[in-house]
């Protein structure tokens, strides 16, 4: 069996940006992550670092399993529905219950408590696992055709509607008394 | 004109799009190793059989060896154990295993049944190695060269075909290019 050649892999995002550009709600949505990724992009870091610069993340869990810092627990879960669960592959790490997904959050966790930065820990996945592992792609200059491609549609779509609208116009109604000879 | 030719055009578009997309050679669950051309993630490890044992692939530096990833829990990793004792037997490179998710005694039983193809099997416990090389499953199969580079992945079970032609010319190559 022949995986996907490196010279193929233009072509995934192209078939991404023409899936999402058949719906207006595909680019509301994105618009929408955009928004969010750029908000906690820059939350300070407040772990609970010991002196050797080792972590222990049990430490700063609650009997719950959530971090007791709220502010470190909604990022977590910020970033652990950000990343894809390469097992199921339509589930986030945050939905899965596979033991890689388990694995994974353990490691978002741990990176959290040293006090990462929320794109110092998506690299983290992305040198290991690929872009793939991102449901919203971070907007970069080789992304832009799926960022841009809902608006491309869009403003495509509305230029149809603008010629045919005019074209209609123009034309006589059917109920519109023909001018007699 | 135009009128014709630009729906045609998309048309045309639209099937090598899913000529791509639907093709049912392509595995949708292989995905492309972010790794490859990048230097091995170094792991220190226990011996699977021997947890006073150290296994490092750092020891390997300057050879080509080959890293596969498996695990008593995974099923078509029993069927690939045969191929892989057959590999092993032409010598060509050291298979180094990685075992993942998995339990000692369990592990120990596999290798007395099935054979042991491993030069060594190093024993990821907590999974941490297997994320470094960035596993989602077994058995996935890493090629390495001289450089300590990971020059290729494979996933899904190893035939003796597969490695004839997927692995032993890469090897050859990376043998020639030195180190």
């Known amino acids: ?181 | 004109m135009w009128k014709f030719l630009l729906p045609f055009a998309a048309f045309v578009g639209l099937v090598v799009l899913f000529a791509f997309g639907l093709n049912p050679k392509r595995d949708i669950h292989a995905l492309p190793s972010p790794l490859i051309g990048k230097p091995a993630p170094l792991f220190t490890l226990t011996d699977v059989l021997d947890p006073q044992r150290a296994v490092s692939n750092g020891a390997l530096k300057g050879q080509v060896y080959v890293l596969n990833v498996w695990g008593t829990w995974c099923v078509s990793c029993r069927e690939e154990q045969a191929s892989l004792m057959a590999i092993s037997r032409q010598h060509v490179v050291p298979i180094i295993g990685l075992d993942y998710m998995d339990q000692r005694d369990k592990a120990k039983q596999w290798l007395e049944q099935l054979g042991n193809p491993y030069q060594a099997v190093a024993f990821d416990n907590d999974g941490r190695t297997a994320i470094n090389w960035g596993v989602y499953g077994a058995p996935e199969t890493f090629l390495v060269d001289g450089h300590g580079r990971v020059i290729y992945k494979f996933i899904s079970p190893v035939t003796t075909e597969v490695w004839e032609h997927e692995f032993l010319p890469r090897i050859d190559a990376a043998r020639r290019d030195g180190a």
């Not at chain 1, 595909?26 to 992009?41: E, P, R």
Request: proline share 7%; with cysteine.
């Open chain 1, 1 to 181: 069996m022949k995986r996907g050649a490196p010279g193929a892999l233009p072509l995934a995002p192209l078939a991404s940006a023409f899936a999402l550009a058949l719906a207006f709600v595909g680019a509301l949505a994105c618009v929408g992550s955009a928004k969010t990724l750029a908000a906690n992009g820059a939350t300070a870091a407040n772990g609970a670092v010991s002196a050797g610069g080792a972590v222990d993340a049990r430490a700063a869990v609650d009997i719950n399993g959530q971090l007791k810092d709220p502010a470190l627990q909604s990022r977590f879960e910020h970033i652990t529905k950000q990343l894809r669960c390469v097992v199921c592959q339509n589930e986030s790490i945050a939905d899965s219950n596979v033991e890689l997904a388990g694995d994974l959050r353990r490691q978002v966790r741990e990176m959290l408590v040293a006090g990462k930065s929320n794109d110092a820990i998506f690299g983290f996945m992305t040198d290991r696992y690929g872009e793939f592992v991102r449901f919203s792609p971070p907007l970069e200059p080789k992304t832009l055709l799926i960022w841009g491609a809902p608006f491309f549609m869009l403003l495509l779509g509305g230029f149809i509607i603008y010629r045919v609208v005019r074209q209609r116009s123009r034309m006589p109604l059917d109920d519109e008394p023909t001018p007699g000879p």
